[in-house]
């Protein structure tokens, strides 16, 4: 199976700063990698998909790159809302396989 | 709008059965690849199963910890999706999330796009 790691585990920001999130995969994954957020007591949403792609009604303020193994999500200019756990997923093999998740939390 | 609504989640004894519905509204769920993961509160995300859409032959994928107990059915005609629990375990415990995939590069890839509001299955005594 594909080990996703994030770090870090868990991040605190103040609104209006730029953080940035990173996965790596135990194997190249092309760019097969996805992001979500999840605030709590609700379903995942998806942000991006293909590392950069940004999935439709998700503000430009998310971005995602990288490719093979190495992986980040930035997030900038931090809204209040922005506050939420984000994971990472692979989807190049089976079985799909997130990281352990990175909690965002306010300064 | 596109939504996908879970149910049949519930409270059931180890060893026991149960069955998860996903209702989906808003796109042609035949044109859809659709998954299933699950989350123990409090913890991270578990991708439980895949199943194919009708052109690709409604072929399922399964994690290994699910695999011969769990199957993952569809009925597109109805607009559903369904996951078939068997021989539950305390592990089982967790909010069952359907999600539907999008295709990529043609049909080379699926990531999920939308995801259901979940139902939460305890398995317990």
Redesign the interface.
């Known amino acids: 199976d594909i080990q996703m790691t994030q770090s870090p585990s868990s991040l605190s920001a103040s609104v209006g700063d730029r953080v940035t999130i990173t996965c790596r995969a135990s194997q190249g994954i092309g760019n097969?990698l996805?992001w979500?957020q999840q605030k709590p007591g609700?379903?995942?949403?998806?942000l991006i998909?293909?590392a950069s792609s940004l999935?439709s009604g998700v503000p430009s303020k998310f971005s995602g790159s990288g490719s093979g193994t190495d992986f980040t999500l930035t997030i900038s200019s931090l809204q209040p809302e922005d506050f939420a756990t984000y994971?990472c997923?692979q989807?190049r093999t089976?079985?799909?396989?997130?990281?352990?998740?990175t909690r965002l939390e306010i300064k | 709008e596109v939504q996908l609504v879970e149910s049949g989640g519930g409270l059931v004894q180890p060893g026991g059965s149960l069955r998860l519905s996903c209702a989906v509204s808003g796109f042609t769920l035949s044109d859809h690849y659709m998954d299933w993961v699950r989350q123990d509160p409090g913890k991270g995300l578990e991708w439980v199963g895949r199943i194919r859409n009708k052109v690709n032959g409604d072929t399922t994928e399964y994690a290994a910890s699910v695999k011969g107990r769990f199957t993952i059915s569809r009925d597109d005609s109805k607009n559903s999706l369904y996951l078939q629990m068997n021989s539950l375990k305390a592990d089982d415990t967790a909010v069952y999330y359907c999600v539907r995939d999008q295709t990529l590069y043609g049909g080379t890839a699926y990531a999920f796009d939308i995801w259901g509001q979940g139902t939460m299955v305890t398995v317990s005594s």
């Open positions: 097969y996805a979500f609700k379903a995942p949403k998806s998909y293909s999935q994971y997923q989807y089976y079985p799909l396989t997130f990281g352990q998740g």
